[in-house]
Structures are given as C-alpha cells and as structure tokens.
Nanobody, 115 residues
Framework: QLQASGGGLVQAGGSLRLSCAAPRNIFSTSVMGWYRQGPGKQRNFVAKITTEGATNYAASVTGRFTISKDNAKNMVYLQMNSLKPEDTSIYYC???????????WGQGTLVTVSS
C-alpha cells in the first residue's frame, strides 16, 4: 500500500530525495516514517513525522536528512544531503497508525553511496 521511490546511486557528499505515496486513509491517521536496512544489518529507524508535522531523527542522520510531507498529495519525502557510504541501505517507508492496527510498509528503495 505504500509506494517508495527515489533511490539510486550517488557519490559521497551528494543528495537524493526519497518519496513515499500512501493511501489517504493511512496517511491521515498515521505517523509516517523512514527506516533503512543495510547489508547484513537489521532494519533501523531513520526519521518520522507526525500528523501535526512534528519530526524526529536518528542521531546518525540529524542535520543531514529532512523528512517532510505534502498533506494534499498524501506524500512523504526524505531529503538526504551530505550522503556517506554508510548511508547505503534499502530505505523503507513506514506508516504507524495512531489508533489500533499494525504498521504498513513500502517495498523499499535502494540507496547506494559510493566513496
């Protein structure tokens, strides 16, 4: 139900913007976020944004990544600047519902940062 896009290959120091499209009923009632999973690693939190627009980031991306959303388009974005090789991961869009129900996940989009 969540469609993530925007991954690709970029050199260290470069930028990418990820996008996530969500159904309206999920987008409007969930905390939307991004997670990532590197090779041989577990999936980890990257950033999230509440329905009111409050944001929270993992320490490793604070100051470099920015999460935002477009309520009219039901879209969530992750602007990634100053990318490092250690940012190489599959990035997943996540919807954590405010009410009852389980999380929704997108299919993932691969980000590769070359040194």
């Amino acid at each position: 139900q969540l469609q993530a896009s925007g991954g690709g290959l970029v050199q260290a120091g470069g930028s990418l913007r990820l996008s996530c499209a969500a159904p309206r009923n999920i987008f409007s009632t969930s905390v939307m976020g991004w997670y990532r999973q590197g090779p041989g690693k577990q999936r980890n939190f990257v950033a999230k944004i509440t329905t009111e627009g409050a944001t929270n980031y993992a320490a490793s991306v604070t100051g470099r990544f920015t999460i935002s959303k477009d309520n009219a388009k039901n879209m969530v974005y992750l602007q990634m600047n100053s990318l490092k090789p250690e940012d190489t991961s599959i990035y997943y869009c996540n919807a954590d519902p405010i009410g009852p129900g389980g999380d929704s996940w997108g299919q993932g989009t691969l980000v590769t940062v070359s040194s």
